[in-house]
């Protein structure tokens, strides 16, 4: 689906590039490689939280520093992070409700309904 949507030009905001930071725990990828990754995709943005002056001078200096990636780096990157995403467990916000403001707060549903 991602390739089709610039070509038929609809927008495409890359989110979630760093799994809400989760992905990080695993010692296995860099968030300079995760941005990179996201980055790399046919996006017209990628959204990246940036909570501290720290993160978003990191951010900064992987967007200035950005090169597009070369298809064994991709496929690199993705062989050393596929037995992350067999479980779900570096991507919560795909797997649980932990991040679901709805399951936490169903009013705001039946509030949307009237």
């Known amino acids: 689906m991602l390739p089709v949507l610039p070509q038929k ?9 760093l799994g809400s930071g989760i992905i990080l725990e695993s010692n296995v990828v860099t968030a300079t490689e995760c941005l990179s990754y996201a980055m790399n995709l046919p996006t017209s943005v990628v959204i990246t939280g940036c909570d501290s002056m720290g993160v978003l001078d990191q951010a900064i200096a992987t967007a200035l520093a950005f090169k597009p990636m070369d298809p064994s780096h991709v496929q690199a990157l993705l062989d050393k992070t596929r037995d992350l995403a067999k479980d779900g467990k570096f991507e919560r916000f795909k797997t649980s409700t932990q991040f679901d403001g709805t399951h936490k707060h169903p009013e705001w549903l039946e509030k949307a309904s009237i």
């Open 9 to 17: 030009g609809i927008g495409v905001l890359g989110m979630k590039s």
